[in-house]
């Protein structure tokens, strides 16, 4: 099955530029999509096919994808954007949805 | 206003059974492929299943560890998505999530319910 690889945290100081990565074999042959949750809160998608964003979601959510990693950019981080944030593809393959392990991200 | 309101959590003994619902409102229920997604406590997001709109054959996809044990079904009359769980085991504990499936590639979740907590033990 695919496998989807994030790493488990990320920190940045406040008004700075947050990437998050999300690895997979050629994952830039897929459309991957974002997810933001906070605790206790439902997940928000904040990014489809790789880097459009849902109304609502502020243009600071950002994505590429190519080759083997896709990356969700936030840029001039506030402190509300503390929360994890899980990647997602379709496996067309197996008709499977598929979500990485998910990222902290923690505002300093 | 898409509005997905998930019910019928709560504790059952390994091996029990379960049925979740979704009541959905705010969009063409009957249009809608729709998809369960869980979260053990602590843990990541984990899909659990999909069913196509009726149009689109009304077919069901499942994660390899509840096929054969979980149902996806949906009642279009009454705009509600089911999610029967049999042989329930101690690692099916979770918060199920009721998700609309994006339209067009159908490979994304745009709407979340709250979600309802499952939890099984002795």
């Known amino acids: 099955s695919y496998v989807l690889t994030q790493p488990p945290s990320v920190s940045v100081a406040p008004g700075k530029t947050a990437r998050i990565t999300c690895g997979g074999n050629?994952?830039?042959?897929?459309?991957v999509h974002w997810y933001q949750q906070k605790p206790g809160q439902a997940p928000v998608l904040v990014i489809y096919?790789?880097?459009d964003r849902p109304s609502g979601i502020p243009e600071r959510f950002s994505g590429s994808n190519s080759g083997n990693t896709a990356t969700l950019t936030i840029s001039r981080v506030e402190a509300g954007d503390e929360a994890d944030y899980y990647c997602?593809?379709?496996?067309?393959?197996?008709?499977?949805?598929?979500f990485g392990g998910g990222t902290k991200l923690t505002v300093l | 206003e898409v509005q997905l309101v998930e019910s019928g959590g709560g504790l059952v003994k390994p091996g029990g059974s379960l049925r979740l619902s979704c009541a959905a409102s705010?969009?063409?229920?009957?249009?809608?492929?729709m998809s369960w997604v869980r979260q053990a406590p602590g843990k990541g997001l984990e899909w659990v299943g999909r069913?196509?709109?009726?149009?689109?054959?009304?077919?069901?996809d499942y994660a390899a560890p509840v096929k054969g044990r979980f149902t996806i079904s949906r009642d279009d009359s009454k705009n509600t998505l089911y999610l029967q769980m049999n042989s329930l085991k101690t690692e099916d504990t979770a918060v199920y999530y009721c998700?609309?499936?994006?339209?067009?590639?159908?490979?994304?979740?745009?709407?979340w319910g709250q979600g309802t907590l499952v939890t099984v033990s002795s």
């Open positions: 998700t609309t499936v994006g339209s067009g590639s159908y490979s994304f979740f745009d709407y």
């Open positions: 705010g969009f063409t229920f009957s249009n809608a492929w």
């Open positions: 069913i196509k709109s009726k149009t689109d054959g009304g077919t069901t």
């Open positions: 050629n994952i830039g042959s897929k459309s």
């Open positions: 096919y790789d880097s």
């Open positions: 997602q593809v379709w496996d067309s393959s197996s008709d499977q949805g598929v």
